[in-house]
């Protein structure tokens, strides 16, 4: 069956340091792979995605995240942490060969960021 | 431009009571997607139109669910005879095309449905 992880419920870090949230997924073939962030009370905003080539990808709001085939990840990441980067992180899959390009979720990540 | 936009933002509802939810796509968008998102949780998919038809609608978790939509506009989500575990927030989104690419997947506001 087709499945993202999220292995952290919760990630804490202090501004100006990098952060990570982990994502790893289980799809057959080479997934498009996504990540939005939800801002509490408010829809879910885009942040980035791989669709093939270089296996870092660059976002929004300083955002990037790396693909990597062997370990089946995809890492958000970012250099210096702010304290508005605070909110929940969903990583998302799309099989390839889905015609209608159903997005699979992971169960979220919330980063809060302190001063 | 405008987003997507999603009606009513809440609604409290009685067990056993039916529940629209609508959903209005960016304008050119032919897919539309609904999900829903129980607390504390991820997103499960519910249903894909491609403009006005659904050819995949493998999340509905009951025949108490059905959605339509006019031609490549409005969505409405319908739940007959809700039930507690119902409660959650239905996120529509949308997106240029559903049949090829990486299409970026829009998401509206949601509709958070409470039912007592």
């Known amino acids: 069956a087709q499945s993202v992880a999220q292995p952290e419920d919760q990630v804490n870090v202090a501004e100006g340091n990098p952060l990570t949230v982990k994502c790893t997924y289980s799809?057959?073939?080479?997934?498009?792979l996504f990540w939005y962030v939800q801002y509490p009370n408010r829809g879910l905003q885009f942040l980035l995605k791989?669709?093939?080539?270089?296996?870092l990808v660059k976002g929004s709001y300083g955002f990037e995240a790396e693909f990597n085939k062997s370990q089946t990840s995809f890492h958000l990441k970012k250099p210096s942490a702010l304290v508005s980067d605070s909110a929940l992180y969903f990583c998302?899959?799309?099989?390839?060969?889905?015609?209608?390009?159903?997005?699979?979720f992971g169960q979220g990540t919330e980063l809060s960021v302190k001063p | 431009g405008a987003g997507v936009s999603q009606s009513p933002s809440n609604k409290v509802t009685e067990k056993g009571k039916d529940v629209e939810l609508r959903c209005d796509p960016i304008?050119?968008?032919?897919?539309l997607y609904w999900y829903r998102q129980r607390l504390g949780q991820g997103l499960e998919f519910l249903i894909y139109?491609?403009?006005?038809?659904?050819?995949?609608k493998s999340g509905l978790p009951s025949d108490r669910f059905s959605a339509e939509r006019t031609g490549e506009s409005v969505s409405t989500l319908t739940i007959q005879r809700t039930q507690q575990e119902d409660s959650a927030v239905y996120l529509c989104?949308?997106?240029?095309?559903?049949?090829?690419?990486?299409?970026?997947?829009?998401f509206g506001p949601g509709t958070r449905l409470t039912v007592l």
């Open positions: 989104a949308s997106s240029p095309r559903g049949l090829a690419g990486a299409d970026t997947q829009y």
């Open positions: 799809v057959s073939g080479n997934p498009y």
């Open positions: 791989y669709i093939t080539g270089d296996n």
């Open positions: 998302a899959v799309r099989d390839r060969t889905n015609q209608g390009g159903k997005l699979i």
């Open positions: 304008s050119g968008h032919t897919a």
């Open positions: 139109f491609q403009g006005n038809s659904a050819p995949d």
